[in-house]
């Protein structure tokens, strides 16, 4: 089988709707039986599983009876794709007939041989590029991410982690977001999946970490055009998600750069790491909890605004 | 009779001299439960399924979007079909979620005991937004929907038009309105306006298209009505 396309959702029946339309329509060029569809549904509460049992009968479907997490969930979908290419898309993500052909040429032609993976432009409904390409977080650029410093100062090495590249040519990248990245199902063995330790996020940092240790490049590719909707499962859970990916950030720390470092800047770096991560969960608790007429700086929760687009427009 | 400040200084305000109010519906005299982002979900596979790619009909509304899909396609006729009845879909869908925005009701009524003319000019079906006049008792002497007007707002006709029916000059209209395309509308069309942000909207939101006045609650339109 030449592709699988491994979908990990969580209560966005909609977007899931929406995302596997678009992929009906993008296999369609592909020859019959050369691809698969594969939804891991971690026990949503939104319907998601039966509206791909009754709508997408074609799809492969694992359904979990609790939620598993992103990472689990992505590990129980690879151990049943049986394709050489494995697209990672998130189901807030439109994929067109046209992105998956450019995605998947590339990765075929011979000079790419050393990509183990390429991700296309994300874009918004609007059509709005995403700044969906990031550098690795050294120590360095992590104490900028959890300080915030590398948001002061984004052209320092604490910004490091945030800096993109401008996004309009084909190049090699550190780590594209995994909401839509094909990849050699060959790079993805050499390494072993996802790290279920991550749950749910910087699971993708690690992934492109791990593959650039191996040997493999990573891609990106502007002129497979991808929209990208964007934190639909991860807004629904706001103060737990930081606390979930500050853990994860340690994890990373620990992981990959602990040797590297000397042991009291480890530490340091741990401590800071949990500290900011309370004063966001302490922060996110706040403003859910001041009552929403007196919200004068921060106006509606995140949660809550609306996406570029989708905003009242009538 | 027409709009003039409560204080002392009626002659220099604004909106004096005021003669007709235009609303928008949705977002400003109600409380629309429409779900845009299924919307543009829906939009844009019905695109994908006509061979377009997302940014051959990228826009930064629903509308747009199928602008920009249609001028693509060599025959449109069947992709705005469905794509406006994807929309009336989703339109009438949302009706038993409306609520009304407080004072709405109390706003239109006060305005046309004052003599002003009213007008309401939605984006918005007519199959959808008569239900929600009715049902809200929204007080208006014309109603323009998207079914009535070749081209829809910011596109400065549709309100004009309104005004005409009103038989009130431009000059003397005044477009109230929660998005930035109503005030891009009313600027374009020589009307004074009026941004609604609701009790917690930033005022960015009108920051590409600043309106003459910006308000958090309809109650506010109402004292700037003479009480004489």
């Known amino acids: ?314 | 009779m027409s709009i003039r400040s409560t204080t002392q200084t009626h002659s220099d305000h604004p909106f004096a001299g005021t003669r007709a109010v235009l609303f928008d519906l949705d977002g400003t005299l109600v409380e629309s439960a429409i779900d845009f982002r299924r919307m543009r979900v829906e939009i844009a596979r019905l695109a994908a399924d006509h061979g377009l790619s997302p940014e051959e009909f990228a826009a930064p509304d629903v509308l747009g979007m199928v602008r920009a899909a249609a001028a693509r396609l060599p025959d449109p006729r069947v992709f705005l079909a469905r794509a406006e009845e994807t929309m009336v879909a989703i339109e009438m869908a949302a009706l038993p979620g409306a609520r009304e925005i407080p004072g709405a009701r109390d706003l239109l009524r006060s305005l046309a005991s004052a003599g002003l003319a009213v007008g309401i000019v939605t984006r918005n079906c007519r199959a959808a937004a008569s239900p929600l006049i009715a049902a809200f008792a929204l007080q208006h002497g014309v109603v323009l929907t998207r079914d009535d007007v070749p081209r829809v707002k910011p596109h400065p006709e549709h309100l004009l038009i309104a005004a005409r029916r009103l038989g009130v000059p431009a000059h003397a209209t005044m477009m109230v309105g929660d998005h930035p395309m109503d005030v891009q509308g009313g600027r374009a069309a020589g009307m004074r306006t009026v941004g609604f942000l609701g009790p917690d909207r930033p005022e960015s939101v009108f920051a590409a298209a600043p309106p003459d006045a910006v308000i958090r609650h309809l109650s506010e339109i109402a004292a700037w009505i003479s009480p004489f």
């Open chain 1, 1 to 314: 089988m030449d592709l699988s396309v491994l979908i990990v959702n969580w209560n966005t029946a909609a977007l899931l709707r929406g995302c596997l339309r678009s992929l009906r329509g993008a296999l369609v060029p592909m020859k019959s039986g050369s691809a698969e569809v594969i939804v891991v549904d971690n026990a949503s509460a939104d319907g998601s599983a039966d509206l791909v049992r009754r709508e997408f009968p074609e799809v492969r479907l694992i359904a979990n009876q609790v939620n598993r997490n992103y990472a689990v969930g992505s590990n129980q979908g690879l151990a049943i794709a049986q394709g050489d290419l494995i697209l990672l898309l998130n189901p807030d993500t439109e994929v067109s007939a046209t992105a998956l052909a450019r995605l998947r040429q590339f990765l075929m032609v011979p000079i790419s041989s050393g990509a183990g993976g390429v991700a296309p432009r994300l874009v918004y409904p609007t059509g709005e590029t995403q700044a969906s390409v990031r550098g690795f977080p050294t120590p360095t650029a992590l104490f900028g991410e959890v300080t915030g410093f590398g948001r002061l100062f984004p052209r320092s090495r604490w910004g490091g982690y945030r800096r993109s590249p401008a996004l309009d040519r084909p190049m090699p990248v550190d780590q594209p977001m995994a909401s839509c990245l094909l990849l050699r199902r060959a790079a993805l063995a050499e390494i072993g999946g996802f790290d279920e330790g991550l749950p749910l996020f910087w699971n993708d940092v690690d992934l492109c970490l791990r593959l650039h240790a191996a040997g493999w490049e990573i891609w990106y590719l502007p002129e497979a055009v991808v929209i990208h909707y964007g934190g639909a499962s991860t807004r629904q859970v706001r103060a737990r998600a930081i606390w979930a990916s500050h853990r994860g950030l340690h994890r990373l720390l620990s992981k990959h750069y602990r040797r590297r470092m000397p042991g009291p800047l480890y530490a340091i770096s741990v401590a800071a790491i949990y500290a900011a991560g309370a004063v966001r969960v302490a922060l996110a608790w706040l403003r859910a909890r001041v009552p929403f007429r007196s919200r004068k700086l921060s106006g509606r929760p995140a949660a809550a605004r609306p996406l570029p687009g989708e905003e009242n427009q009538w």
